[in-house]
């Protein structure tokens, strides 16, 4: 759903073709994001049956096929509200909010936070369970000294990919404070 979340964000901002919003969103997102022309139009497509965006003009100039450009509906304000706390509230990783994050002006800053919050709570829960499990001593039985040294490069990986992700969502709650 992040791709129709930009779609809509830009289109609640504007009326625009396809070509516009993706422009936009590489633009904005420093081409993090990999958008195909089909996976862009699959998605317009998708918002236009859903009745999120409609048909703003179509245009036919010389020699060129005819350019639509969208705007979005009432429905579809309502759709990317919904989406936006949506994404925050079954946010697996800081990435995977890139797309509400650039909307969130539109909607109650303060109900973010709360997910923001109860995402920091499970993210200090499982950097607990990986650290008691890096403190153990003992070698489990079946583990060989080797081994235990590869379990304990993930483990270490793992609790660092932790800890940078809680640093996110700590900077992502002070902007959300803030404002």
Same mark, same amino acid.
Request: charged share 30%.
């Given at each position: 759903?992040?791709?129709?979340?930009?779609?809509?964000? &830009?289109?609640?901002?504007?009326?625009?073709?396809?070509?516009?919003?993706? @422009?936009? =969103?590489?633009?904005?997102?420093?081409? &993090? &994001?990999? =958008?195909?022309?089909?996976?862009?139009?699959?998605?317009?497509?998708?918002? +236009?049956?859903?009745?999120? =965006?409609?048909?703003?003009?179509?245009?036919?100039?010389?020699?060129?096929?005819?350019?639509?450009?969208?705007?979005?509906?009432?429905?579809?304000? @309502?759709?990317?509200?919904?989406?936006?706390?949506?994404?925050?509230?079954?946010? @697996?990783?800081?990435?995977?909010?890139? $797309?509400?994050? $650039?909307? =969130?002006? +539109?909607?109650?800053?303060?109900?973010?936070?709360?997910?923001?919050?109860?995402?920091?709570?499970?993210?200090?829960?499982?950097?607990?369970?990986?650290?008691? @499990?890096? $403190?153990?001593?003992?070698?489990?039985?079946?583990?060989?000294?080797?081994?235990?040294?590869?379990?304990?490069?993930? $483990?270490?990986?793992?609790?660092?990919?932790?800890?940078?992700?809680?640093?996110?969502?700590?900077?992502?709650?002070?902007?959300?404070?803030?404002?």
């Amino acid at each position: 759903m992040s791709l129709q979340i930009f779609i809509l964000g &830009v289109l609640n901002k504007a009326e625009h073709h396809p070509y516009d919003v993706k @422009k936009m =969103i590489l633009d904005n997102t420093d081409n &993090v &994001v990999n =958008i195909t022309d089909g996976n862009l139009y699959y998605n317009f497509d998708v918002l +236009l049956k859903k009745g999120h =965006i409609e048909k703003a003009q179509v245009v036919q100039t010389d020699n060129r096929p005819e350019k639509t450009t969208y705007r979005i509906t009432d429905s579809g304000k @309502k759709a990317l509200e919904d989406e936006i706390y949506t994404s925050f509230k079954n946010a @697996k990783t800081v990435l995977s909010l890139y $797309a509400s994050i $650039a909307f =969130i002006d +539109l909607v109650d800053k303060s109900r973010l936070a709360f997910f923001v919050e109860e995402a920091m709570e499970k993210l200090h829960k499982r950097i607990d369970m990986v650290e008691s @499990k890096l $403190a153990a001593k003992k070698i489990p039985d079946g583990l060989t000294k080797k081994q235990l040294s590869y379990g304990r490069f993930i $483990a270490t990986h793992t609790l660092d990919t932790l800890h940078t992700e809680l640093k996110a969502y700590e900077a992502l709650l002070d902007i959300l404070r803030s404002e």
